[in-house]
């Protein structure tokens, strides 16, 4: 049986890696059957198909099966992987918000197991599963994390960052009973998609005249080697490992001055440092809590943007002689579309989005 002949199913099919990842298969021939939660729009999967091959992506968009389940909804995921011989698990919910903790737990790790669970009971072939480098922990000493790095538990960790080593954890165990499984860690993924749910917001906030910036270090990737990596890996004999997906290790502030080139518009000119990074997600605290609306910083995202994390790609690079896009070519690439694109920027899309 060709590549082209088996059914895959995607989860997390309208996210920023989902979209890119059916645009990755449905480009290459592949049958794709994609996951969404009822009600929510696919119009920016289309437009995103019809962006990167302005010639086919309306018939390549045509070719997406899609289907109506839920994570926490056994009988829909069964129906879901009928016929279904490989997996990309993409669902999953970013939140710094500690009232989305309990959901976040729920949606990363419970629909994670119920997932792997039904993969196995349904004889698929391989499953993907697209975690991030937050699972990875944080090393004792230094800032150089690569795949070695074994998980601690400490208050430092953030809830997502729980969430998602605890849905590795179900990932694993699926492993351990006999489903075949590769694991990617993306670092923070850059690529144009809904800025309310995505890093895109990044772009939004300096296109908006963002005045300062962190003296934070992380690694970043483009969106669309997230989806290659994926499909290289899935595609390979490799199993039962993981592998760090990120490009360049940046200062925020070089991110943002690539944003504000591409997007015409002014970089942030303010360092924050620790001291009013601690005092901005206190005052933007009391903001939430007096206007009723979701805080823009909270204590985890203002110490994360000040903290320092190198990421190897080494492993990736020896196992399929994967190369990555500079940064600066992903930041043009998102700049670009929401250029062309504005509409996808108002407050009224996102709402509509889920």
């Known amino acids: 049986m060709t590549v082209s002949e088996n059914k895959i199913l995607v989860t997390g099919g309208t996210g920023l890696v989902g979209t890119h990842l059916l645009f990755e298969l449905c480009s290459g021939g592949r049958k794709v059957r994609a996951i969404r939660r009822q009600g929510s729009q696919v119009e920016l999967v289309r437009k995103l198909f019809t962006w990167y091959d302005p010639e086919k992506g309306e018939e390549l968009f045509s070719g997406i099966e899609w289907v109506d389940a839920d994570l926490n909804d056994i009988i829909s995921l069964k129906e879901a992987l009928s016929g279904v011989d490989y997996v990309y698990h993409c669902a999953a919910m970013v939140s710094f918000l500690p009232e989305d903790r309990q959901m976040m737990l ?124 994926m499909v290289r890996l899935m595609e390979s004999h490799l199993s039962g490992e993981r592998f760090i997906l990120s490009a360049e290790n940046l200062p925020y502030k070089t991110l943002f001055e690539y944003f504000a080139k591409y997007s015409e518009s002014r970089p942030p000119r303010y360092k924050a440092g620790r001291f009013l990074s601690e005092m901005a997600w206190r005052m933007e605290k009391v903001r939430s809590f007096i206007t009723g609306q979701k805080p823009l910083i909270t204590r985890e995202t203002a110490r994360n943007a000040n903290t320092k994390r190198y990421f190897s790609h080494e492993k990736i690079r020896k196992a399929i002689g994967f190369e990555f896009r500079p940064i600066e070519d992903s930041a043009e690439n998102t700049s670009r579309f929401f250029r062309k694109y504005p509409v996808y920027l108002s407050p009224d899309f996102r709402m509509n989005t889920n």
């Open 106 to 229: 729920k949606v990363n790790v419970e629909g994670t197991a119920n997932l792997v669970n039904m993969a196995m009971a349904t004889g698929i072939r391989k499953f993907c599963h697209c975690s991030s480098v937050a699972a990875i922990g944080k090393p004792d000493r230094g800032n150089r994390i690569d795949e070695s790095l074994v998980w601690k538990t400490s208050a430092a960790n953030s809830w997502y960052a729980i969430s998602k080593y605890g849905s590795e954890r179900e990932v694993w165990r699926a492993s351990e009973e006999g489903l075949n499984v590769v694991i990617v860690n993306p670092s923070v993924v850059i690529g144009p998609g809904d800025p309310g749910r995505s890093s895109a917001q990044l772009y939004q906030s300096v296109k908006n005249g963002l005045k300062f910036y962190t003296g934070g270090v992380t690694g970043f990737v483009d969106v669309r080697d997230v989806a290659a990596a």
